[in-house]
């Protein structure tokens, strides 16, 4: 959002083009901006106003792209997901600090770099001009997003780059009255787990995956608070299940991460679900695991159709719970007295050999779009509450990855097992009897 915001504010001081706009367009919908709570506290305290910031659904790019206005700057990322293919030809440079997944060539340009923050990039490239451009507002919103990304530049949290620590140092070097970094890295980590201000549906859409089976789709929801705060929220009940209704999820499984005063975590666990037979199903097998064991003990809970417990295990993240709801779902309906009378949907779709995703169409859009992120692999995972190290913020706005929207679904796992039989069947060819 900062990289964005920055370089197009650097675009518009330096465009050669006079009647042309650059504009940040923050690729989210702009309902879901209160759930970037680092963000928002950011750009708070920089005063600028969320009025003034322009999101993905408020602006019509491809309209745009067809009339021939648009030239796109794509950053903190390079790769559109497929529903974007359009705007493909439009893509003029791309500056983002992951490995690349693909190239451009000629004409877009791109800066491609492994820095900790992609904000070190555009900061890098506003510093090339020699007019002075940056202000001390562009100034802090760049350096307060490297030493967040960088995990106040500590090397130990394996971020942080060379490039990272010149930047920053050079920010401050321009901007003395900077606010020192652990200070501004302290004040956004708070930021980011400061779920007060969200409503339930919110705080359950902040951090969620989704796993789909056969018969069910289960959600795995983590939220930083306790579960007994959680759970008195008014009309808790009525919220999870508008929330499990309106994304199409048979059942919900939050996953509450408290601190106690000595800073360890501290998780609780609530299954909820309308589907009595289900939600027992998912209890039980929660309750049974045994890899790993999550020592649940059972905890009062304000309403039969959530079930409560206290989590022993406090190094059982959601990392590891999801397996367990990904093998249970495996098993849900495969036949005996344990299917529920229910239509039967598509394979699961990590384990669906062709990678596509038929699960039948009243599954609206929105329990679509969520559940392919279970799947997900790579960046994600730093973002996970699971590094007990204070999670990178996911540095992209894009919450997708190529493959997530139209078909073919694929998952990590099926293309090992398709590349797997590539490779099987290479070696076959390629063996002599057959030459
Ligand atoms: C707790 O969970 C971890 C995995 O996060 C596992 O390795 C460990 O064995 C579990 N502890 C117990 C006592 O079962």
Sequence with gaps: MVSALALAFFFAKMSPEPRAASIPVLNIPRSDFPLRTESTFLLKEERIPESSLVFRDEIDLLALHRSGLLSLTLVDHHVLPSRDAALEEAVVEVIDHRPLER?????????????????????????QYPVEVLDRTTAALLHGTIVLDCVNMAPEAGKVTPKDVQFAGLLESKFPDLAP????YEALQKAKFDVSGLTTDQMLRKDLK????????IALSSVYVTLQDFLRR??????????????????????????????????????????GTLRTAVCQSLEASSNPSLHLSPLESPHPTIHAYAQGNATASRKKVLPIVRDFLRDWGRGGTMQPCRKTRAEPVEASPSGTDSRPPERGA??????PKAQRLGDDLLGDEDALLPPTPMNSLVDECPLDQGLPKLSAEAVFEKFNRIAVARSCEDSPEKK
């Design 210 to 217: 989704a796993v789909s089976g056969k018969e069910a789709v």
């Design 181 to 184: 970094r652990s200070v501004i």
């Design 366 to 371: 929105a329990g679509r779009k969520d559940a």
């Design 234 to 275: 008014p009309a808790v009940e009525e919220d999870l299940r508008a929330f499990c209704q309106q994304r199409g999820y048979d059942a919900l499984v939050v996953m509450a991460i408290s601190f106690n005063e000595r800073n360890e975590p501290f998780r609780q666990l609530a299954v909820y679900s309308q589907q």
């Design 103 to 127: 190239e451009r060539g000629p004409p877009c340009k791109t800066t491609s770099e492994l820095v900790g923050s992609c904000a070190t990039l555009v900061t890098e490239k506003i510093f």
